[in-house]
């Protein structure tokens, strides 16, 4: 992914993966929309759409310096979303492409072009 000018991998396994983060899978997992989601960036709770039945480890993700938390599920607190520190990627677990609706994450599109407009500066 070096080369790569922005990853913004909807899939977040493959991200989390390549760091070398393991997975658990959860006892009911993550079905169907209005999950609440708070962008630790921000502060602010978006309303989610998702379909997984895995997550990522906490305690791997925060034993690993090169990873960013950048969302939490406000249900159970877990992981919905990374970011790189060494590289120009990060990632979701849930669909922030949900049509039609809801649209909260639709900023995640506009700061993946924003990245790729940036490094090509």
């Known amino acids: 992914m070096e080369n790569l000018y922005s990853e913004f991998a ?3 396994k493959c991200l989390h993966l390549s760091e070398g983060i ?33 997550g990522i480890n906490t305690e791997d993700v925060n ?3 090169n990873i960013v938390i950048t969302h939490i599920n406000l249900n159970d607190n877990t992981i919905e979303g990374i970011e790189l520190k060494d590289k120009n990627c990060f990632s ?4 922030p492409e949900s049509s039609p609706g809801p649209h909260d994450s639709r900023y995640l599109f506009d700061e993946f072009v924003e990245r790729m407009i940036e490094f090509k500066k």
């Open 10 to 12: 909807l899939d977040i």
């Open 63 to 65: 034993a690993d310096n």
């Open 92 to 95: 979701v677990q849930y669909h």
């Open 22 to 54: 393991r997975t658990y899978k959860m006892h009911n997992g993550h079905r169907g929309i209005n999950h609440p989601v708070q962008n630790l960036k921000t502060g602010k709770s978006e309303v989610t759409s998702q379909n997984h039945g895995f």
